[in-house]
């Protein structure tokens, strides 16, 4: 779920960042108070935030809990199981 919620607000800082280069206009007062860099730079944050977030969620199920050890039979590996730490 984390994944999800760190492309979104990558989506959306990128959103963010378009209004801030003048791509899109949108007529909404907070736009006219912040200036154009000020607000490409908000875009920018929340990207970098959004995949911080997205990358976190890969890092915890990446990890082995158990480490695989060979078995032999004479000098041959003939299967693998798993040894726990």
Known sequence: MKKVGGYIISGVG???MLVGFGTFKIDAAIFDIIKPGMITTIGVVAIIIGVAIAM???EKHGKQKDKEVP????EEIVGYRRHKK
Do not use: F, Q, R, S
């Open 71 to 74: 078995i032999y039979e004479g």
């Open 14 to 16: 990128l959103a963010i």
């Open 56 to 58: 976190m969620d890969k």
